[in-house]
């Protein structure tokens, strides 16, 4: 160790020896003034110099340098009691550095030497006691035996007496009897570590002892980042990085952060808060150095990750999650980084925010071109589902579940369109409780809507009209409709089906869009179906009228245009089993009370008639079978017009048309 520097006695052994040469320059000669005198010992000066002789013996018996025996043997864990007769001595000898120092009249330098030797080889030991502690207690000194058995922070003086009291009390607390077993080994080390360190730091050699803190500690904070599976990268190794590796990566990341935040880190202020009690500044110094590199390195990987420049709008959702996480973590962070000296982690924080921030608006940019510049040429068969509509809908669908990340990410950033857009977009959208952003001209988002429901609301709108486009590629108008409806329905029901869609865009917003949908049906079933209904004669004056002649006529004309709607209509799909129900039995309940009168009527009249015997080719029941066969995709159709063996008593065609 160092001498001098922090000791009592070198810090007054120069004003010692300016009395005493100034008092030799006083005498002129030996004859003419009496000899210097001896230095007086009185009562107190006595009782200090046997606190020194007493001291001697243990702190002697204990010097490393002293005795192999003392090298390799723990104070602290051989005999406690003598270690607390360790601690008394050096606190007598500090008490009789002070006493002699005051009074230099009463002190000889051989005394003040003797007393400074002896400190300093209480300090090797103490710092050996100390070094010794911290590692080999160190599994329960890990942060969740610190957390679950910190007691109540308090603050002490630099005062030997109380020091040793705390640690009789925190031995008498930690009894077997009364806590776990881990539980117990963590309070008497803590213990332990705050009494010497409260003895070092009283004593001069402070330093020595936070050295030997910092360097253990962060040692074993490091190891427990790594042993988290966080292990720090590059700003060019994460540019280079596949997106698989990168993703394995953050999902480290994920589950290292939250551990590290609210167990390492808050683990290791509550020890500095415990062993340093004594001072707070000595234990804010001792955990800035431990946890704020670690900490920064932590809280900048999302900052790197943000910063990649190759990247695809499906990755969002990565960026989200970290954002998520570390929102979530901002009151740990302010809580356990809250000196002055450890605001670089929480600016770290803020700064990782807002460029994950920046990297979830670029992202859904480029969300929004990709859909605006995807340029299919081809027609979904049968009108079925669109690629892009199960694309896009997913993709919103987990944005919803990010609302409350994306709100904070927007909450400046108000939605701008080239056009005003139509009063009813907004009219439908489900509004917040309270502005959320100025609107100051015809392109953003009124003062009542969310910027979030806003965007979402947008980005749909974006696929509504691609698809409007999509379905210009369909030669029939009815399979143009019949694909509307699928892929708006599909649209409506992911948006119902998803509470934070739901909750974004709202019910109005559903219900407008579901009449659309309703719309878009009734348009496929008139133009699907109006020229078979128009085959019937709806009057039944007129049905009753009929004539041999023109009941077959008017069967004849029904049999083609059903014929040819069914044949048109049999590669034709609905992906939604309920949406496919409905239709039929919309579809049903429009052909087949219409044609049973009709039906009735031409097979009365053109029975044992020379006519074909396949004049009346369906009966009603034939009409609900092949319509409920109409849908499911895949078919040709051509089936329905090769079949004969109708039959006019009315025996069902339908097996045969399979």
Not at 409 to 435: G, H, K, M, R, V
Not at 629 to 650: E, W
């Amino acid at each position: 160790m160092k001498k001098a520097t922090r000791s009592i006695f070198f810090h007054s052994s120069p004003r010692h020896s300016h009395h005493h040469h100034g008092h030799r320059r006083r005498s002129p000669s030996p004859s003419s003034s009496p000899s210097p005198a001896p230095p007086v010992y009185t009562f107190s000066a006595t009782m200090m110099e046997e606190n020194v002789s007493d001291a001697e013996e243990i702190i002697t018996k204990w010097d490393p340098q002293g005795s192999s025996y003392a090298k390799i043997t723990s104070l602290f864990h051989e005999s406690r009691e003598e270690a607390r007769r360790f601690l008394r001595a050096v606190a007598d000898l500090r008490r009789a550095m002070h006493f002699f120092v005051a009074d230099s009249h009463v002190a000889s330098t051989a005394l003040l030497v003797r007393a400074q030797t002896l400190m300093q080889a209480a300090m090797r030991r103490l710092q050996k006691e100390f070094h010794q502690i911290l590692c080999v207690s160190r599994h329960c000194l890990d942060p969740e035996s610190s957390v679950s058995s910190s007691p109540t922070r308090s603050s002490h003086s630099l005062n030997s007496s109380s020091s040793l009291s705390d640690l009789e009390e925190e031995e008498t607390r930690a009894s077997p009897g009364s806590i776990g077993e881990v539980d117990c080994a963590s309070a008497v080390a803590v213990a332990d570590l705050r009494v010497i360190a409260e003895c070092m730091v009283s004593s001069g050699y402070g330093k020595e002892c936070v050295k030997v803190y910092k360097l253990v500690r962060r040692s074993i904070v490091d190891e427990g980042v790594y042993k988290l599976g966080f292990e720090k990268p590059s700003l060019v190794h994460v540019q280079k990085f596949d997106w698989d590796v990168l993703d394995v990566r953050i999902r480290s990341w994920l589950a290292a952060s939250k551990a590290a935040v609210r167990t390492l880190f808050s683990g290791e202020r509550a020890l500095c808060d415990q062993v340093f009690a004594f001072s707070s500044s000595i234990s804010e110094s001792c955990f800035a150095e431990i946890a704020m590199e670690p900490a920064m390195q932590l809280l900048r990987f999302p900052e790197l990750v943000a910063s990649k420049k190759k990247t695809t709008p499906e990755r969002i959702f990565r960026i989200l999650d970290m954002y998520d996480c570390i929102s979530e973590l901002w009151p740990d962070l302010e809580s356990t980084f809250s000196f002055q000296s450890t605001a670089a982690v929480r600016s770290q924080a803020a700064s990782s925010l807002t460029k994950l921030g920046e990297a979830v608006r670029s992202s859904l940019v480029e969300f929004e071109s990709a859909m605006q510049r995807d340029s299919s040429k081809a027609a979904v068969p049968g009108g079925g589902l669109h690629p892009l509509s199960r694309y896009v809908m997913n993709y919103v669908t987990f944005l919803a579940d990010y609302s409350s990340a994306l709100e904070d990410i927007y909450a400046d950033y108000p939605l701008e369109t080239p056009n005003p857009l139509p009063e009813s977009f907004f009219d439908a959208i489900a509004p917040t409780s309270a502005p959320s952003s100025p609107s100051s001209r015809g392109g953003e988002t009124p003062l009542l809507m969310s910027p979030v429901s806003a965007r979402v609301g947008w980005l749909i709108l974006g696929l509504l009209c691609k698809l409007d486009i999509r379905a210009e590629l369909y030669r029939e108008a009815a399979l143009a409709y019949l694909f509307l409806t699928n892929n708006l329905r599909y649209v409506v029901r992911k948006v119902r089906s998803s509470s934070g869609l739901l909750e974004l865009l709202g019910e109005e917003w559903v219900a407008r869009h579901e009449a659309r949908a309703r719309g878009y049906a009734s348009s496929y079933e008139r133009l699907a179906w109006d020229n078979v209904l128009a085959a019937i004669p709806l009057d039944t004056a007129v049905v009753a009228k009929m004539d041999v002649q023109a009941a077959g006529e008017r069967m004849r004309r029904f049999n083609e245009a059903f014929e040819k709607a069914y044949r048109a209509q049999a590669g034709w799909a609905v992906a939604d089993g309920r949406i496919r129900e409905e239709l039929k039995l919309s579809i049903a309940r429009k052909l087949i009370p219409a044609y049973r009168p009709f039906y009735e009527r031409c097979r009365l009249l053109l029975r044992g008639e020379m006519v074909s015997p396949a004049a009346v080719r369906f009966a009603p029941e034939d009409l609900e079978n092949y319509i409920s066969d109409l849908f499911y995709g895949g078919g040709t159709g051509s089936s329905v017009s090769s079949t004969t063996n109708s039959s006019v008593s009315g025996g069902s065609s339908h097996g045969s048309c399979r």
